[in-house]
T-cell receptor, first 117, second 110 residues
Framework: EPEVTQTPSHQVTQMGQEVILRCVPISNHLYFYWYRQILGQKVEFLVSFYNNEISEKSEIFDDQFSVERPDGSNFTLKIRSTKLEDSAMYFC???????????????FGPGTRLTVL | RKEVEQDPGPFNVPEGATVAFNCTYSNSASQSFFWYRQDCRKEPKLLMSVYSSGNEDGRFTAQLNRASQYISLLIRDSKLSDSATYLCVVRSSNTGKLIFGQGTTLQVKP
């Protein structure tokens, strides 16, 4: 069964450093997302991406964040200058072409645990 | 008011019990509704979508009341493997953004 993959599974970095979190969405999917979950808190939407551009972003997704789909398979989240409060689990998700009717499942990757020291 | 609100629990029930979770959402324009399951330190996984007519999948029944902006999940004949956090999730926008509740923790004990 196809699945979303993410690397690395755990990233430790120093405050102020840049990190790139990588995701490989399911191959025929067209919609891509990043979410984060701070330990003990709810899952929060960061950004959605379609047709090579951001379609929606949350207040969390400030100028320190960027996303890119550099080739036909990878989808990356970059944090330019990490802060302590960026420590969280980051989940990538993808979904297939939007249907006109009915619900459309988002498939989540296993996540990257980011620890900022 | 929180966008999606759930009782965090935990709900501690014996095997075989029936347990119900409730959820309310604030945006009346919400389009789609889901229950996801999350095991400790793992990714959310879709349990079931929720339709206005109500829907059932084996031991799981989901209900939606748009007028009250209320969603429910009923689990019958609880198994030990049902122990997890159950996330109420709403999709409001055309971009597919999912809004998660904080989750309700279920512990099923032998």
């Amino acid at each position: 069964e196809p699945e979303v993959t993410q690397t690395p599974s755990h990233q430790v970095t120093q405050m102020g450093q840049e990190v790139i979190l990588r995701c490989v969405p399911i191959s025929n999917h067209l919609y891509f997302y990043w979410y984060r979950q701070i330990l003990g808190q709810k899952v929060e939407f960061l950004v959605s991406f379609y047709n090579n551009e951001i379609s929606e972003k949350s207040e969390i997704f400030d100028d320190q964040f960027s996303v890119e789909r550099p080739d036909g398979s990878n989808f990356t989240l970059k944090i330019r200058s990490t802060k302590l409060e960026d420590s969280a689990m980051y989940f990538c998700a993808s979904s297939p072409a939007e249907k006109r009717e009915g619900n459309n499942e988002q498939f989540f990757g296993p996540g990257t645990r980011l620890t900022v020291l | 008011r929180k966008e999606v609100e759930q009782d965090p629990g935990p709900f501690n029930v014996p095997e075989g019990a029936t347990v119900a979770f409730n959820c309310t959402y604030s945006n009346s324009a919400s389009q789609s509704f889901f229950w996801y399951r999350q095991d400790c330190r793992k990714e959310p996984k879709l349990l079931m979508s929720v339709y206005s007519s109500g829907n059932e999948d084996g031991r799981f029944t989901a209900q939606l009341n748009r007028a009250s902006q209320y969603i429910s999940l009923l689990i019958r004949d609880s198994k030990l493997s049902d122990s997890a956090t159950y996330l109420c999730v709403v999709r409001s926008s055309n971009t597919g953004k999912l809004i998660f509740g904080q989750g309700t923790t279920l512990q099923v004990k032998p």
